[in-house]
């Protein structure tokens, strides 16, 4: 059974820095394109970075670009987002996602930006 499980997520205060995972089980983890979503309250899921099946390739939202750093461990089935110059407006659950035959979200992590 496919499964992704974020973690690493938080309180922070504005300024700092966090790293989120998400590993992937119960699938061919090398083949999927990994994206992180975010989900603000009262507001729509948004797409926050992409990275390609083999590390490759990435893009990112312009809100974070320069700020955060998708990566992945094929290896380890895992894919990284380091957050860094949090801001309060970054207050989301952040969710993974794997995308190629099938699409496959996690149960998301809580990171909250606040002094």
């Known amino acids: 059974q496919a499964q992704l499980v974020e973690s690493g997520g938080g309180l922070v205060q504005p300024g700092g820095s966090l790293r989120l995972s998400c590993a992937a089980s119960?699938?061919?983890?090398?083949?999927?394109?990994m994206s992180w979503y975010r989900q603000a309250p009262g507001k729509e899921r948004e797409l926050v970075a992409t990275?390609?099946?083999?590390?490759?390739?990435?893009n990112y939202a312009d809100s974070v670009k320069g700020r955060f750093t998708i990566s992945r461990d094929n290896a380890k089935r895992t894919v990284y987002l380091q957050m860094n110059s949090l801001q309060s407006e970054d207050t989301a659950v952040y969710y993974c996602?794997?995308?190629?035959?099938?699409?496959?979200w996690g149960q998301g992590t809580q990171v909250t930006v606040s002094s």
């Open positions: 996602k794997a995308l190629w035959m099938r699409v496959y």
């Open positions: 119960g699938f061919l983890f090398s083949n999927y394109a």
């Open positions: 990275i390609t099946s083999a590390g490759g390739s990435t």
